[in-house]
């Protein structure tokens, strides 16, 4: 194993001592419970949002705390869920009379400790609102799992109500607007190797030279099936299958596409992914109106990549469109 570190034991306190030392005027960090914050949080009265899960998926969640993003972000230690007491300091942290949102992706263990931190809020108070993201379409939509992951469109519902919020809207409508962009939106991933966790120091598993593993999900999960590797025209063809067969969205919509390396696929190559997804949504009528490609959702140096697709309205669009200005998404500010 060769990683930029100084040891596996402080890798996540190490990563965010770097991230606020490069983005002082955005953030900042509370040692113990950890907790990353966008500076200034409290100054003003506006809905808080709070997000968090494991470390080593970076950017997701520490990359999007900023105005017009998140307010503050739960960082696991690698792969592993936030624990609830830097949930409640995070919640209280962000709780200035407008009420608090809760954005979890739905894996088991953020499931939990978010569920028991809200528990212990309940004794002060406070009641955060969950949003529950779910968007993995590699995982059947029926009662025989404890459902589909939360994966690329954390990205979207974290900037889409973080500009909601920051606009002033009341968290009625925060969590309605998150809701809906979750439920207009589908991820399908394809892996090409394992990754290494640094307190593991080898691969989580081993796959062929010549296979794709299809249906991974992040924090080295493998996948559901393994299939010989393909030209990028078929597999842009067999993601694009399985996220409009699963979400159907309506003739002409507008589309908004993440494609997401996680972590080691070179930037060229989901170029050449995202310009083939591009041409085939057009030419099946879509309006591929906004795209994000780059690495947003990883699993540490893993090879592969995630397609995300958003079906926009006119308030979701106009919601993508809003300034933002966090460490690794801005525009307009």
Not at 21 to 30: C, D, G, M, N, R
Not at 135 to 143: G, N, W
Not at 282 to 288: M, V
């Amino acid at each position: 194993m060769k990683k930029f570190i100084n040891s596996p034991e402080t890798v996540v306190p190490d990563y965010l001592n770097g991230l606020v030392a490069a983005h002082p005027e955005i953030l900042t960090l509370q040692a113990n419970p950890r907790v990353l914050l966008r500076k200034g949080v409290g100054q003003h009265r506006k809905v808080g949002l709070v997000a968090g899960g494991g470390s080593g998926c970076e950017p997701l969640h520490t990359g999007f705390v900023g105005p017009g993003m998140l307010d503050a972000a739960c960082p696991g230690e690698i792969f592993t869920s936030p624990v609830p007491d830097q949930i409640i300091s995070a919640t209280r942290a962000v709780n200035v009379g407008a009420g608090v949102v809760h954005i979890v992706k739905n894996f088991s263990g953020e499931v939990m400790n978010f569920g028991i931190a809200q528990e212990i809020l309940a004794f002060e108070n406070i009641h955060p609102i969950t949003v529950l993201i779910n968007d993995d379409c590699s995982i059947p939509d029926d009662d025989e799992s404890a459902g589909r992951r939360g994966l690329g469109a954390t990205v979207f519902v974290e900037k889409i109500a973080g500009a909601s919020a920051h606009r002033g809207d009341s968290i009625d409508t925060v969590v309605r607007i998150a809701r809906r962009a979750n439920d207009r939106a589908r991820t399908f991933s394809i892996g090409l190797n394992s990754c290494i966790p640094p307190a593991r120091g080898k691969p989580i598993y081993t796959m062929g030279e010549d296979e794709m593993d299809i249906g991974i999900g992040i924090s080295g999960s493998p996948g559901r099936e393994r299939v010989p590797m393909r030209p990028a025209r078929d597999i842009a063809e067999m993601l694009l299958q399985k996220v409009l067969g699963d979400l159907k969205p309506a003739d002409g919509s507008q589309i908004l596409t993440l494609i997401s390396g996680l972590g080691g696929t070179p930037e060229s190559e989901l170029y050449i992914l995202y310009g083939e997804v591009h041409q085939r949504l057009r030419a099946a009528g879509y309006d591929p109106a906004y795209a994000l490609v780059g690495n947003y959702v990883t699993s540490l140096e893993q090879m592969g990549a995630a397609l995300t697709v958003l079906e926009l309205d006119d308030e979701l669009a106009a919601l993508w469109r809003e300034p933002v200005h966090t460490s690794n998404l801005r525009w307009g500010m």
